[in-house]
């Protein structure tokens, strides 16, 4: 068992940009195959996050030619190269066990609407136009 300086020291290590329930992700994750060893992105909505520490996991589901896969990921696991996120998600629920049931588009979450920032408006500095007179 680890104790909390150890605990520390390994969560520093491993930096990950914020997510949660209804967020769209893209998870790489290293694969071993023998002695090669590959890549490969797992994008989907994160249904739950569960745990704490460095027994944190969360669960992503994507539609794959019809039929939903759900995999369950350690976040703290040296498999997992990077997570990006794709889309924000505006849900009500930490846990999104009920698009399970769903079909279709009637799975999709609301994209969280990110405010866009205004600019001032600027004019235009004055020009002044000057015309000449062409000799006839």
């Known amino acids: 068992m680890l104790n909390q300086t150890e605990q520390q020291l390994l969560m ?10 209804g ?4 998870v790489t994750v290293k694969i071993h195959e023998g002695d090669a060893e590959r890549t ?4 989907g909505v994160v249904v739950s996050r569960k745990g704490s520490g460095l027994d944190e996991t969360f669960t992503v589901r994507k539609l794959s030619f019809g039929v939903g896969i759900e995999r369950i990921f ?8 990077k997570i990006e996120v794709v889309k924000q998600g ?7 066990y ?5 079909i279709g588009k009637a799975a999709r979450v609301e ?15 004055d020009t ?3 015309e000449t007179k062409e000799a006839k």
């Open 23 to 26: 967020d769209t992700i893209k």
């Open 90 to 96: 505006k849900v009500r629920r930490a846990k999104l």
């Open 40 to 43: 490969q992105a797992f994008e």
């Open 98 to 102: 009920y698009l399970r049931k769903l």
């Open 12 to 21: 520093e290590k491993k930096v990950f940009t914020k997510f949660g329930p």
């Open 128 to 130: 002044k136009v000057v």
């Open 74 to 81: 350690p976040l703290y696991t040296p498999t997992i190269e």
């Open 111 to 125: 994209e969280y609407a990110v405010p866009e920032a205004k600019m001032p408006e600027t004019k235009a500095p």
